[in-house]
């Protein structure tokens, strides 16, 4: 079965792992500060400041505490997100509003965004889907318009360039993955870029339930016993096992942009030729795509992926728009006309870092199969 995805994880991750586990400080610590640091300078990001945290929806939670969201705000957010995004509005109290988004870049329609912004909108999360960019100088346009904070959920597009910048070096407030499946992983983890560094304090005290512990301590992989609390907090920080699994990773970061470039590259080439398949319209360059998606009929979506699988090949659907779920079937939303038909279209198929042309022929030969009738 070649599966959605597949980590890459090799001796390096290995041996970091126990590395991490033989020093004994097991909470957050030394390796902490260096994935920091490795992070900050991979993704250009000297003028901020970063912190990373267990999970990327703590990191999309603490940002949205950062940009003043709190019960009974509204928060703007593509339907078409990670079920994460919502829960973490939710988690403030506040409440998502639903908006369509573009049918090509699949990013937030910042025209219909327009219609749905009221006084209670705090904030508005933009997220880049897949293997596309979207619009970032008029999502800065639009939050200046409206005086309103931005978080830019880049879970999808780490190691990705808009404009010549790297994707973590110009947004209001930005976030990251690293869970199991992301382009780099820590097992589990997030981090979020701010521009001040009284936000970086907020974070550090939020992470840590609340503590004013000196990071400068925790770094040294000591605490202190006595400090401050100042505000709510939770307990969302990064362990030092999960930070050297994250910095073996990014050493690689690298091939996995190349391998996955290359087979995104690959597959748009070959599944292009099939008229009833629409590829993402991208040629990949400053890329480093997460997810490979195909739009397909919708009437015809259960029936490839049930012929893939029987190929032995995994798809995947992301996502269910966050509209059609019932918890959120009372929220504010505007015409969700796109993202309702992208809902049943989208199909991702296998990408993998460092995925074999076999594999990718496989992949190929199987969706020429289903549209086209082709002998396997
Ligand atoms: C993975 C993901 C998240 C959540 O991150 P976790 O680390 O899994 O909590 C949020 N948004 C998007 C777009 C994601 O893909």
């Excluded at 269910?320 to 969700?336: A, M």
Aim: glycine letters at 6%.
């Amino acid at each position: 079965m070649i599966p959605m995805y597949e980590p890459l994880i090799e001796k390096e991750e290995i041996d970091a792992a126990i590395e991490a586990l033989e020093m004994k400080w097991l909470g957050m610590g030394s390796y902490v500060e260096k994935f920091e640091e490795s992070i900050k300078q991979y993704v250009e990001a000297s003028d901020r400041y970063i912190a990373v945290v267990n999970t990327g929806t703590s990191a999309l939670h603490l940002g949205l505490i950062l940009a003043g969201v709190g019960h009974g705000d509204e928060v703007i957010t593509p339907s078409f997100n990670n079920i994460g995004d919502f829960q973490a509005i939710s988690a403030t109290g506040a409440k998502p509003v639903f908006c369509d988004i573009d049918d090509k870049s699949l990013f937030i329609d910042l025209e219909k965004a327009e219609d749905l912004v009221s006084p209670r909108t705090k904030a508005v999360i933009v997220m880049d889907y897949g293997c596309m960019l979207g619009d970032h100088d008029r999502v800065e346009e639009f939050a200046n318009k409206y005086k309103i904070r931005v978080i830019h959920d880049a879970a999808h597009v780490f190691g990705s360039k808009y404009k010549g910048r790297m994707v973590g070096s110009f947004s209001d407030i930005c976030m990251f993955s690293f869970d199991p499946v992301k382009n780099i992983t820590c097992i589990d983890g997030g981090a979020l870029v701010v521009k001040t560094k009284n936000e970086l304090e907020m974070i550090h005290e939020m992470r840590l339930i609340g503590m004013g512990q000196p990071t400068t301590v925790m770094y040294k992989n000591q605490r202190a016993w006595t400090y401050d609390v100042r505000q709510v907090g939770f307990r969302y920080h990064m362990p030092n096992l999960h930070a050297a699994i994250g910095l073996a990773q990014l050493k690689k970061i690298n091939v996995i942009t190349e391998s996955r470039r290359f087979a995104a590259r690959y597959l748009n080439e070959k599944l292009s030729q099939i008229s009833e398949v629409t590829v993402p319209e991208t040629d990949f360059d400053d890329i480093t795509p997460f997810l490979y998606y195909l739009r397909i009929p919708k009437n015809k979506r259960r029936a490839f992926r049930k012929h893939m699988h029987s190929q032995r090949i995994d798809t995947g659907i992301h996502w269910q728009p966050g509209h059609w779920f019932t918890l959120f079937k009372n929220c504010r939303r505007g015409d969700l006309s796109v993202t309702d038909i992208v809902g049943n279209e989208i199909v991702s198929l296998p990408l993998h870092s460092c995925i074999s042309v076999n594999t990718l022929d496989r992949i190929v030969h199987a969706v020429e199969s289903f549209f086209l009738g082709k002998k396997l």
